[in-house]
């Protein structure tokens, strides 16, 4: 367990000890930089790497994708757990298999379709946050419908009818009643789905294809050094660091409700 824990570790601290550096000592091979430098980290916030801005589109998109998918996967989810309709495994079955496609298949027939290549979708939707945000329910939906379909079914259905005694009607019972319940599992979606796409690539170098539609991910892999052909190791260090800490404090002040969440249903 000791050696998967520093094995997770070491690279983060690879990088924290390598942004401290000074942007001289790039390629250093120490394991404490000396001296500690936050040159680096200013560096980051020049305006000729456009960080600032990439990182407010990574707010927008990861945020929108999170509350797109909460609203229609809760709804679906729900639908699944509670109706009684044929081939409903035959529907999970294709939602499930509709998340094992290779990223890289979709892109070609998205590309066509956001440059207005067909007809009968004459919109340019390149360079557009609705370019960003859509491709990236492909993966948050499917796991957000099986993890709360998995959560409905377990709260009995008598919870739902006692409310509509006491005068709720449908609406009010699932609102009032089953989705505080399910909680724990809406939480742990919404972080998986946030961290994500925060750290998608793929699609955001495809369809944000201007410099003030990338993405934070994406604006760091064009940072360029003072001689616009040079690596600046220390620049991109200290960048990922900026990047990866809001996702540790996220978990962290969420850490109850993720437990939760992923244990939930593995007792009965």
């Known amino acids: 367990m000791a050696v998967i824990i520093l ?6 601290y690879w990088m924290l000890v390598s942004s401290l ?9 120490d394991f404490i930089p000396n001296p500690p430098s936050i040159e680096n980290y200013v560096a980051v916030w020049d ?8 990182i407010i589109n990574s707010i927008i998109v990861s945020t929108s ?20 309709f044929r081939f409903k495994g ?22 066509k379709l956001f440059t207005a290549t067909y007809p009968w979708f004459p919109f340019n939707w390149m360079n557009t946050y609705q370019a960003l945000i859509i491709p990236s329910l492909s993966f948050g939906l499917p796991l957000c419908v099986w993890n ?3 959560f409905f079914r377990q709260l009995p259905v008598e919870l739902e009818q006692a409310a509509m005694v006491d005068g709720c009607t449908p609406g009010q019972a699932f609102v009032k ?20 796409v925060w750290n998608e690539f793929m699609i955001a170098l495809t369809f944000g294809t201007r410099a003030d539609m990338y993405t934070a991910v994406v604006a760091l892999s064009k940072f360029t050094g003072q001689y616009g052909f040079d690596t600046p190791w220390g620049t991109i260090m200290a960048a990922g660091v900026i990047l990866t800490i809001p996702l540790i404090l996220l978990v962290l002040f969420f850490q109850r409700r993720i437990v939760a969440g992923l244990t939930a249903g593995g007792v009965k």
Do not use: H, Q
């Open 177 to 196: 009643v089953i989705l505080p319940l399910a909680a724990p599992g809406v939480f742990t979606t919404a972080i998986i789905t946030f961290i994500a």
């Open 65 to 84: 994708v999170t509350l797109l998918t909460l609203l229609f996967g809760i709804l679906a989810a729900y639908a699944l757990a509670r109706l009684r």
């Open 21 to 29: 550096r000074l942007p001289s000592m790039g390629r250093s091979t």
């Open 90 to 111: 035959v529907v999970l079955s294709i939602i499930i298999a509709c998340s094992m496609f290779p990223g890289i298949t979709l892109l070609i027939p998205l590309f």
């Open 148 to 150: 709360l379909t998995a």
């Open 47 to 54: 305006p000729a790497n456009n960080f600032a801005p990439a």
């Open 7 to 12: 094995y997770c570790l070491l690279p983060f």
